[in-house]
C-alpha cells in the first residue's frame, strides 16, 4: 500500500481560464514558475470552464497547443477540475458554482467534453480522473425528482466512460466532491446513502459494476473537516460501501477557536469575509451538536451581545488556506485533519490522486502580491504536502511523466 507515484498535482482553479489563452498563459506564467522552483515532479490539474472546453473540442490544433505547453513546461496532466462550469473569477460565484447541477444535460454533456480533453492529454499508461460537483447546492432549488434525475445522468456518464475506454484504452473516473450544504456534505448522512441509491438504480438496469468502476468520489479533507467529521471514519465508511476515492483534494480551513473569548482571533477572521465565494461556517457546541451558516459575515464574528453561535467551542470555515500552516496568526488551520486523512488514505488497496487545491489567494487577505510571490507560496504548500506525505511513509518517489505531442 502506498500513496500515487504519480506527480502531485496542482489545480489551475486559482487562476483565470475563460479561454484557451488564458489557460495557457496561467500556465506559462505561473504553473511552470512554480515547477522551476519545485525540486519535484510536479502535474498540472487543469481547470476548464465550458467556454474552454468547448474551444478545445473545436479546434484540434489549439488541444495540441495545449499539450504542447505542458510539454514545454516539463508538466503533465491526469486529473481535470470540472466542478466550476462557468467563470469561477467573477466578482461573485457563491452558490452559482453548483450550477448547472446534475439534473442538466449541460453538466453531463460538459463532462463527456472533459473526458474528451483528458483522454488526449493523459500521460501513457496512466488512469484519469474528474471532479465534479455535489450534485447541487442545496441552497439552490430543486425539483422533487432531483435525486432520481442525478442518478439517471451519473448512469449515463459511467456507460459512457466505459465506452471511451473501450475505443480508446484511456480509463477516467468521475470524482464527486461532497462540500459543506450541498447536497453531499456528510459522508454518513448525505454521501454514502445516496451512493447506495445510486447504486441500487444501477444493479436494477445492470449496469453496477459500471458505475462502481467509474463513478466515485473526491475527497477534500477541507470540506469534511468543516463540517466536524472524524476524517478517518469517513474514509473508512467510503471504502466499507464499495464506494471507490478517485481523488484526494489536500486543503486546509481556517478555525477559530473559543470564538466568544478570542477577540483577536475574531478580528483576525473579519479579514477573510470577501465577496466572491462561499465560506460555509460551522460551530461545535460544548454538548458536541454542531450547527452552521451559510456564509462567513462580518455580523456574525462582531455580533454584540454575543448569540448562541458565538458560544460554541469552535468555528470552521470554508476558506482553503495553504497546507503548509498550522496557524494563521490567532487563528488555526485543520492541518490536523489533512494528516489524520492522508494516513488512511495510504492504508487503501490502491492509490487515488492527489492533488493540492488552494484556489483562494486571491481574495486572501493581503492577497495583493506579485506572481513571483504567488508562484513562491505555491512552490512552498506543494513542498510541504510532499513533506507530509513522505513522513507518512511514502513507498518510493513519484515518478516524472510527460504528455505525448
Known amino acids: ?9 496542482y489545480c489551475t482553479n486559482v487562476h483565470p481560464g475563460k479561454t484557451v489563452d488564458e489557460v495557457i498563459n496561467g500556465l506559462s506564467e505561473h504553473t511552470a514558475a512554480v515547477r522551476k522552483q519545485l525540486d519535484a515532479p510536479m502535474a498540472a490539474g487543469l481547470w476548464l470552464c465550458r467556454s474552454a472546453v468547448s474551444e478545445l473540442l473545436n479546434d484540434k490544433a489549439v488541444l495540441e497547443r495545449l499539450a504542447q505547453t505542458l510539454w514545454q513546461h516539463d508538466l503533465c496532466c491526469y ?34 467534453d472533459c473526458a ?4 488526449e492529454l ?20 430543486t425539483t422533487p425528482d432531483f435525486q432520481a434525475i442525478c442518478f439517471h445522468n451519473l448512469i449515463l456518464l459511467a456507460k459512457w466512460l466505459q465506452e471511451l475506454h473501450e475505443s480508446t484504452g484511456r480509463l477516467i473516473r468521475l ?10 456534505s456528510s459522508i454518513p448522512e448525505d454521501a454514502v446513502p445516496l451512493f447506495r441509491s445510486l447504486f441500487e438504480m444501477a444493479e436494477a438496469l445492470g449496469d453496477l459494476p459500471c458505475v462502481q468502476e467509474h463513478i466515485g468520489l473526491c475527497f477534500d479533507v477541507c470540506h469534511q473537516a468543516v463540517v466536524f467529521e472524524d476524517v478517518t471514519t469517513s474514509i473508512n465508511q467510503i471504502v466499507s460501501s464499495d464506494i471507490r476515492i478517485n481523488k484526494v483534494h489536500i486543503t486546509n480551513a481556517v478555525e477559530l477557536q473559543n470564538p466568544s473569548d ?25 454538548d458536541g451538536s454542531v450547527v452552521n451558516r451559510l456564509d462567513l459575515n462580518a455580523d456574525d464574528i462582531r455580533r454584540e451581545p454575543s448569540d448562541s453561535f458565538l458560544q460554541a467551542e469552535t468555528w470552521r470555515v470554508h476558506f482553503h488556506v495553504p497546507v503548509y500552516a498550522d496557524e494563521l496568526g490567532p487563528l488555526k488551520t485543520t492541518r490536523p485533519d489533512l494528516k489524520a486523512a492522508l494516513q488512511a488514505i ?33 512552490t512552498r504548500e506543494l513542498e510541504s504536502a510532499y513533506d507530509m506525505l513522505r513522513e507518512l511513509s511514502w513507498m518510493s518517489p513519484p515518478s516524472a511523466c510527460r504528455t505525448d505531442v
Request: include cysteine; charged fraction near 20%; proline fraction near 8%.
Open 175 to 184: 470524482a464527486i466532491e461532497p462540500e459543506p450544504l450541498c447536497e453531499m
Open 116 to 119: 474528451r480533453i483528458l483522454a
Open 122 to 141: 493523459l500521460p501513457e499508461g496512466s488512469e484519469g480522473s474528474i471532479s465534479t460537483v455535489p450534485l447541487g447546492g442545496k441552497m439552490n432549488t
Open 346 to 378: 495510504l492504508e487503501l488497496e490502491y492509490s487515488p490522486h492527489l492533488e493540492v487545491e488552494t484556489y483562494t489567494w486571491p481574495v486572501m487577505p493581503d492577497s495583493g502580491t506579485a506572481a513571483s510571490s504567488l508562484s513562491s507560496q505555491i
Open 262 to 286: 478570542n477577540a483577536a482571533g475574531r478580528e483576525a477572521l473579519v479579514s477573510y469575509v470577501e465577496p466572491r465565494y462561499l465560506h460555509q461556517t460551522f460551530a461545535r457546541m460544548s
Open 79 to 112: 486529473t481535470l477540475n470540472a466542478f466550476p462550469f462557468g467563470d469561477f473569477h467573477s466578482e461573485r460565484v457563491k452558490e452559482q458554482v453548483y450550477l448547472p447541477d446534475w439534473t442538466s444535460n449541460e453538466r453531463l454533456n460538459y463532462t463527456k
Open 1 to 9: 500500500m502506498s500513496f500515487s507515484t504519480l506527480p502531485l498535482s
